[in-house]
């Protein structure tokens, strides 16, 4: 089991930055890709940015290539998405996930384990 606890989200004016964190416990994190999603009310869960287990390669969605940052400190066992310039549309519970693989995937049903969720609200 891989436990997951997200932090960092809140309520920011557009333009704003935040930092999501995601701790990681029980299992080895470094055997993991990981990857951050999204779902705002009504919509389905969207992928927003995953990073290999070990080399740390990054992908992101169009939506925030260019403004959101994936990264990942095994030693701590802790993701984390730097987020700037953000957008009223960009308001959604953020979730990051952990999948047992070297690279991350686009499809939540990909994932093995979630963490509880981190509200983000930005407004105009």
């Known amino acids: 089991q891989v436990q997951l606890v997200e932090s960092g989200g809140g309520l920011v004016q557009a333009g704003g930055s935040l930092r999501l964190s995601c701790a990681a416990s029980g299992r080895t994190f470094s055997n993991y890709a990981m990857g951050w999603f999204r779902q705002a009310p009504g919509k389905e869960r969207e992928f927003v940015a995953g990073?290999?287990?070990?080399?740390?390669?990054?992908y992101y969605a169009d939506s925030v290539k260019g403004r959101f940052t994936i990264s990942r400190d095994n030693a701590k066992s802790t993701v984390y998405l730097q987020m700037n310039s953000l957008k009223p549309e960009d308001t959604a519970v953020y979730y990051c996930?952990?999948?047992?693989?070297?690279?991350?995937?686009?499809?939540?049903?990909?994932?093995?384990?979630w963490g509880q969720g981190t509200q983000v609200t930005v407004s105009s």
């Open positions: 990073i290999r287990r070990s080399d740390g390669n990054t």
């Open positions: 996930a952990a999948r047992f693989a070297l690279v991350p995937a686009t499809d939540p049903e990909e994932y093995n384990y």
